[in-house]
């Protein structure tokens, strides 16, 4: 596509009738599918393994095929309401170590793996079997287990049914909630507390670990959860802290609740999860530090917090900070303790990005970061060898700025997450968003054209893109963009602003960071915090394109698949964009070869749970590139661009 023409003015793009409705955000076909909860989530849980599967092992691997199976192009009505039949396709996966198919009507053919699916059925022996998430889940690993030679993971089969079994209370629990964005402060909190599926591409998005029913229920942000935090007073020989400001991490968290709660001088307060309080509470070396009155144990106080999307950081709105707490359970597939270590290096982070505001905010003023601005720990050097780490990490807290900003501006801010990694709700908010942005709040039916759609994706990118690709590739740090990490924030329905959030796997990409950023660190920090150039490319280009970009093209093309390579143009254009303004390393074309065809990474969280492995370990497969057929880059970087204002994007098709 010419870098010149932008997407929203590309006519001879939109399809040839523009102005029917796209099913996919209706009012009258976006409701939820009729089924029990149990059967919602066995589905969603079958729905998420067979795509793991597809995306790691049977495209890269050469095992789907497209075979002609008329019988099987059946209604799939009743679980994709809004879905056209006669659009639909069947795919057959080959299982081939168990000599057995699946067969799976999908909605379209994607070249990016973007696809929903309408059913799944086993063939062997001559039989066709309708699946079940738990039938599949045993069959899906003894297969790699004899692919990868290893024993089957009887572990990972437990924890998807665990998923499942946590998405099905979910389901049938919670509050059935519509997303108020008249209020900012209620919608903020509401799209953090909406995310009822998980991760697509994960084989156990919802499974947690160690959590009796009643504390599912008391501390799932998908079920409303609302709670104080528990304090402990630690004297300031055990307290570990650092800060980023002029204030102590302490005097901060002490400043959140009544002076009186402190017990005088030489101590600190130190807030934990309530959860986490039982925990640490049973642990010998805590008990022993209480007895000797190094520690207090001091209940519950405080104003109540609600539990964002990633269950452990933790908002409340008259609070200066969230709290990202530490929570000895496992979620989807690690316990989230806070290590110091990881801690010092967020905070590292924090200091560099502190120092590139001046330059962010003249580039890129509507980007923000919610600043990691201070963590609190406890080390107590009695405690038995081998629960030190333990009661470290398990007391670990950081503590980061609120999203005062956005909330008191009236701007609605939401996660990204809520709006494109969240089923047919997602859907429901992007059409409220849609509309709203179009001026057609006051008709409810109206009808949203693939023009208006594009536009707006369009204005949504223009805030993603541009500031995160020049961090990775002219400031040289990695971030992880992925869709729980970033916060939009919409003005009258529009894209206005971003927030980027979660410093923790922030890294340095070595050969491209400045001299002036890395003379902040010593060496010791260099080695813990670079990636090479490789490493974090796939880190980077996963999580902006193969997870963000991915999944907000497969909600907004939902129903309506020849969206799609649109979708994908306006994401080309905005690259394009930036290495006409910015350009990149000459050693290091990597945007430029993503845009002449080379394949987008993705993932394998589904063989990195089989093996047992790392997260920052994962190994990556070729997802794929959306512009596969550009033959040559052409990059007129003399192009002028017409500046188009927000409201000439959202345009009325």
């Known amino acids: 596509m010419d870098p010149a023409v932008h997407p929203a003015d590309a006519n001879s793009e939109i399809p040839a009738n523009p102005l029917n409705p796209l099913n996919l955000l209706n009012p009258t076909t976006s409701s939820h599918c009729h089924h029990s909860a149990r059967d919602e989530a066995d589905w969603g849980g079958l729905d998420i393994l067979v795509q793991c599967y597809w995306r790691e092992i049977a495209e890269p ?5 497209w075979p002609a199976v008329a019988d099987l192009v059946v209604d799939v009505a009743s679980r994709h309401p809004q879905s056209r039949g006669e659009t639909w396709h069947v795919a057959k996966l080959e299982l081939p170590f168990l000599q057995q198919d699946l067969l799976v009507s999908v909605d379209r ?16 022996d001559g039989e066709r079997t309708t699946l079940t998430h738990a039938m599949f889940a045993r069959l899906l690993v003894e297969e790699l287990a004899l692919r990868f030679q290893r024993p089957v993971n009887e572990d990972l089969i437990v924890q998807m049914g665990c998923s499942v079994d946590v998405t099905a209370k979910i389901l049938a629990e919670r509050p059935a909630t519509i997303v108020n964005l008249k209020s900012p402060t209620e919608a903020y909190w509401q799209s953090e507390q909406s995310l009822v599926f998980g991760h697509p591409f994960h084989p156990t998005p919802k499974a947690r670990s160690g959590l009796s029913t009643d504390d599912l229920m008391r501390y799932s942000p998908e079920l409303g959860a609302e709670f104080a935090l528990h304090y402990f007073a630690v004297r300031d020989e055990y307290l570990v802290q650092d800060s980023a400001c002029d204030e102590s991490a302490a005097a901060m968290v002490a400043s959140e609740v009544p002076a009186e709660l402190l017990p005088g001088a030489g101590w600190s307060l130190i807030p934990v999860h309530p959860w986490q309080a039982g925990y640490l509470r049973r642990l010998a070396g805590v008990q022993a530090a209480e007895a000797a009155d190094h520690l207090r144990y001091l209940g519950a106080h405080g104003r109540l917090f609600r539990p964002t999307a990633s269950v452990r950081t933790l908002y409340a709105k008259d609070s200066r900070f969230f709290y990202k707490m530490a929570l000895s359970f496992r979620i989807t597939n690690c316990l989230r303790r806070n290590a110091v270590p990881e801690l010092a290096a967020s905070l590292r982070v924090n200091r560099m990005m502190t120092s590139l505001r001046p330059e962010l905010n003249e580039s890129f003023p509507s980007f923000h970061t919610l600043d990691e601005v201070g963590y609190l720990s406890v080390s107590l050097p009695d405690a038995p060898a081998e629960e030190q780490a333990l009661i470290s990490d398990g007391f670990g807290m950081m503590l980061r700025r609120n999203l005062d900003t956005g909330i008191d501006s009236g701007e609605v801010c939401m996660v990204a997450a809520s709006l494109f990694g969240n089923g047919a709700q997602g859907r429901d908010l992007l059409r409220q968003l849609i509309t709203e942005s179009a001026g057609l709040t006051g008709s409810i039916t109206a009808s949203l054209t693939p023009r208006l759609v594009v536009s707006w994706f369009d204005a949504y990118l223009g805030q993603l893109l541009p500031p995160l690709l020049y961090l990775y590739s002219k400031v040289g740090i990695m971030f992880e963009p992925h869709l729980q990490n970033i916060v939009v924030g919409f ?52 999580c902006i394109f193969s997870n963000h970009i991915v999944e907000a093209i497969r909600q907004l093309s939902f129903a309506q698949p020849e969206l799609e390579p649109l979708l994908w143009k306006s994401v080309r254009y905005h690259v394009s964009e930036f290495l006409r303004l910015h350009g990149e390393p000459a050693d290091a074309p990597m945007l430029a070869d993503l845009l002449a065809g080379t394949p987008l990474p993705a993932k394998t969280n589904l063989i990195t749970r089989v093996l047992i492995g790392k997260d920052a370990e994962a190994a990556y497969v070729s997802l794929g590139n959306p512009w596969v057929d550009v033959k040559e880059l052409e990059l007129d970087l003399n192009a002028s661009v017409q500046d188009l204002s927000r409201a000439q994007m959202m345009v009325h098709g």
């Open 61 to 65: 691997h050469g095992l789907v095929t």
């Open 109 to 124: 053919r994607s070249g990016m793996g973007i696809r929903h699916i309408g059913g799944v059925w086993l063939e062997g």
């Open 491 to 542: 003005s009258n329905g529009c894209p206005s602003s971003l927030y980027l959030r979660d410093f923790e796997n922030a890294r340095l990409v070595s050969s491209r960071v400045s001299a002036d950023v890395a003379s902040r660190l010593t060496e010791a920090e260099q080695r813990e915090l670079n990636y090479s150039e490789t490493k974090a490319w796939k880190r980077f280009t996963y």
